[in-house]
Each structure stands twice: as C-alpha cells, then as structure tokens.
C-alpha cells in the first residue's frame, strides 16, 4: 500500500503548479482521500480533501486557488494549485483516511500517505 507524490518544484509568486498523487495496493473507493502540508517551522495543516459521503472540503486559506480531483479509475488525485503565495511553500502530502472534516489529517484517522513532494513559492 503506498501513495507517491509528484509535480513539486520552485514557482514564482502568483503562478501554479499541479501535484499529483499515484497510488498502489489499494484503490480510492471506500477512502477518503485529501492533501494536507507542512511549512517550515510551523504543525501540519489540511489542505482539502474529498470523501463520498462530506463532500469536497477545502483550508480557507487556499479556497478559491486550490482545486482538488481524482481520477478514481486511475487511482490518481491531483492539486491544482493557482494564484501561488509564500505562505504557500511547504511539504505537501497526499494522504487516504476514514474522515474529510475536522482535523482529517491526524494521524489517527489516516491510513496512509506519502513521502511529500516539495513546494516552494519565491516572493
């Protein structure tokens, strides 16, 4: 079971970037399935995730530039990330759990996630 991250890199102020997320040994049905990151210095945070049953939730700090998708045929999820900021740059995982509120991206109520691809916006 494992899920690898993708399309990291270094992007100026304002631009984009999609992150993408395979997985392997197990399939997205029945998970929910998110992103959440970790910035320097600073805990981890969710940054969206979906689930069938709680819909489609996003951090108010990246709502309106951030869009999440899935390819579930696939066993692919993506983050498409636009209108980039500093505050931005961290480590973003994808991850596949139990809940898609509160604080979902707790390791308690994850089953698996990645290895973290890294994002860094310049000013």
């Known amino acids: 079971v494992q899920l690898v991250e993708s399309g990291g890199g270094l992007v100026q102020t304002g631009g984009s970037l999609r992150l993408s997320c395979v997985a392997s040994g197990f399939t997205f049905d029945n998970h929910v399935i998110g992103w959440f990151r970790r910035a320097p210095g600073k805990e981890r945070e969710g940054v969206a995730c979906?689930?069938?049953?709680?819909?489609?939730n996003y951090d108010p700090s990246v709502k309106g530039r951030f869009t999440m998708s899935s390819d579930n045929a696939k066993n692919i999820m993506y983050l498409q990330m636009n209108s980039l900021k500093p505050e931005d740059t961290a480590v973003y995982y994808c991850?596949?759990?139990?809940?898609?509120?509160?604080?979902?991206?707790?390791?308690?109520?994850?089953?698996?996630w990645g290895q973290g691809t890294l994002v860094n916006v310049s000013s």
């Open positions: 979906i689930s069938t049953r709680d819909g489609t």
């Open positions: 991850a596949a759990g139990e809940r898609c509120y509160g604080s979902w991206w707790a390791y308690r109520y994850l089953q698996v």
